[in-house]
């Protein structure tokens, strides 16, 4: 069996294919000096032509990018209303604005904090921008704690208040703390401590840890901007990309 060397990468993925299928399904009816023959071929023709192999992986890499991207997609589109519309769920930015950013993250999150001055800047710069803030505490007691209060603070008006002070909080996270942030933001923190209880906070908390699931976040931070679920700690160029395409819709 010879291949030329200029055989399409369309015919060498059948050839590997043929050679996958045979090896599996059809073992009993190739040769043992028949399959050492055809991976000698396949072996000696991707050393010779690498780049076959780095497109043959940028294809599989693009479809693995679309079948995500897709994914996604339809993801966003069966939970809408609870990613957009949840009324438990906070709200900041322009509440009428025409593109909404969705950040699921955590207090304990130090990712979540470097963005925090970014996501400042963005709004600060955008006046367009509708924020929804999902409370989402992976990272231990502390974090539901801290999460617990933040959705509390929204009783007193003073959601985004609490949650900027937090997330600009240095040091570890314990409940001293968070009280003594609640605090300093101006939050009765009697109060404050009985809202927290609330079974509607618990059921919030639960929702966003189904919906997390359902689209599949595995980590804070996470966005989701558009049709896109975008994980990580996003710079200012990116996410003003990312916003512009969501107005192109």
Known sequence: MRLRAGLPLLALGCALLA???????????????????????????????????LQA??????KLDQSAGEGARQAIAAHRRALFNDPATPVGGNP???????????????YCKAVEPTLER????????????KEFPVLGPESVTAARAALAASCQGKYV???DA?????????????????????????????DMAAPWVTAELK???????????????????????????????????????ARKG
């Open 207 to 245: 929702a966003n840890m189904a919906l997390a699931a359902a689209l599949g976040v595995q980590g804070t931070p996470t966005f989701v901007i558009g049709h896109k679920i975008v994980p990580g700690a996003v710079d200012l160029d990116r996410l003003e990309r990312l916003i512009a395409a």
């Open 57 to 62: 992986l940028n294809e599989a890499e693009k």
């Open 19 to 53: 050679f996958v299928a045979a090896g599996t399904a059809g073992a009993a009816e190739i040769g043992a000096s028949q399959r050492r023959a055809i991976e000698g071929v396949i072996h000696d023709y991707l050393l010779s032509h690498p780049e076959v192999l």
């Open 166 to 194: 937090m997330m600009t909080a240095k040091g570890p996270l314990d409940d001293e703390r968070i009280y003594r942030v609640a605090g300093a933001v101006g939050l009765d923190l009697s109060r404050l401590k009985r």
């Open 161 to 163: 208040a609490f949650h």
């Open 96 to 110: 009428a604005g025409n593109v909404t950013i969705v950040e699921f993250f955590d207090y304990s999150c130090p």
């Open 122 to 133: 963005l709004l600060g710069r955008d006046h367009n921008l509708r924020f929804v803030y």
